[in-house]
């Protein structure tokens, strides 16, 4: 059965500060590995989506890589701003389609 | 407007009670799921479905049942509510095969 962990389950940095955001996952068997952002309150919203043979993409101040062999992903985001404060998850999609997640990061950036 | 709604956004209710949270979708998408999210578990599957006569179970789905009356809207019902269903509950679609999901903003469902 696919575990997917997230580690810290919290962190707090100061505005401008990059922030790394790891994902582990125990199957390597993975179809894509999704991160999604969630707001309080909110939905989740993808930001991210990198498929099994992919090593990294980037979406402006964002930068995820991929390690299938060793079961790792890591969210970074560069130049942080206090509106980037939000619980990050990341999702493993096995076959058949079914997203596991993480238990998230909660994020917070203060001015 | 959203391309996922979910209603009742949130809903309080005692146990034994009957509840369905609806969810509708106007990207056109074929598959739907139904997620659970309880604080540091992260989501957990309840129902999903890939086309209006398939519905299939996920890994939480005792207590639950689900109706697929169109392409556009996936239906959740909990037959008897007890107090450990209260959690926030997710719809969301994905395009045929993509693996890229597009969620609802939930339904926060309280059984007291």
């Known amino acids: 059965k696919q575990e997917v962990t997230q580690i810290p389950a919290a962190l707090s940095v100061p505005e401008g500060e990059n922030l790394v955001l790891n994902c582990s996952f125990t199957?390597?068997?993975?179809?894509?590995l999704q991160w999604f952002r969630q707001d309080p309150g909110k939905g989740l919203t993808s930001l991210l989506l990198?498929?099994?043979?992919?090593r990294e993409q980037t979406s402006g101040r964002l930068n995820a890589s991929l390690d299938k062999s060793s079961g790792r992903s890591t969210l970074y985001i560069a130049a942080s701003q206090p509106g980037d404060s939000a619980t990050y998850l990341c999702?493993?999609?096995?076959?058949?389609?079914?997203?596991?997640f993480g238990g998230g990061t909660r994020v917070l950036v203060k001015p | 407007d959203a391309d996922v709604t979910q209603t009742p956004r949130n809903r309080i209710t005692k146990t034994g009670k009957r509840i369905m949270l609806e969810c509708s979708q106007t990207?056109?998408?074929?598959?739907m799921y139904w997620y659970r999210q309880d604080p540091g578990l992260g989501l957990r599957l309840i129902y999903y479905?890939?086309?209006?006569?398939?519905?299939n179970k996920g890994e939480i789905s005792d207590g639950y049942s689900v109706s697929r009356q169109a392409q556009a809207k996936f239906s959740l019902s909990l037959e008897s509510a007890i107090p450990n269903q209260t959690a926030l509950y997710f719809c969301?679609?994905?395009?045929?095969?993509?693996?890229?999901?597009?969620f609802g903003e939930g339904s926060r469902l309280t059984v007291l």
């Open positions: 990198i498929q099994s043979s992919q």
């Open positions: 969301a679609t994905e395009l045929y095969n993509t693996g890229e999901l597009f």
């Open positions: 479905s890939f086309d209006v006569k398939d519905i």
């Open positions: 199957d390597s068997a993975i179809y894509n």
């Open positions: 999702a493993v999609n096995v076959a058949g389609n079914k997203l596991t």
């Open positions: 990207k056109g998408h074929d598959r």
